[in-house]
């Protein structure tokens, strides 16, 4: 059983469902990185890399057993050494946009349903724009990720529930 687990890919991907059914299956503690990784503003803005880190340590400090996950490379890279599983997930773009279509309300981001409505078309944009971006986000830093990762890895092409 692997107990320190991080996650990642595009939004959509299916990183949220996979972590919450590993969570249950080996009593893991959970962490979505976008519960720390952004101030509490609307617009959001992105909080100073120095307090998700520490939050992060704290949350690991508290859990010996975790699954991390989220977009954030920047982060993750500084968690990747603590994990024995790095898991990449690697829809395609279509794919994660059809999960994000309908994805149920997410409260921890949204104070609505239809707050999480109107921020979609938007999301469906960031997704599309996966390939080509080259930031924290982008597939490029996920693919770096992944292939510098010495622990076990799996890389998926769809959806694992449903495959």
Known sequence: MVNKIIIFGNSGSGKSTLANRLKQQQNLAHLDLDTLAWEATNPPVRRPQEASVKDIQAFIMQHPKWIIEGCYTDLLNLIAPLAELAVFMNLPVAMC?????????????Y???EAQDEN???LLNWIAEYDQRTDEFSLQAHKKLFESFHGDKIRHRENPASG
Request: charge should be positive; hydrophobic fraction near 30%; glycine fraction near 0%.
């Open 97 to 109: 946009q059809a999960n994000a279509r309908k994805r149920p309300w997410e409260p921890h981001k």
């Open 111 to 113: 104070v609505s349903q």
């Open 120 to 122: 979609l078309p938007m």
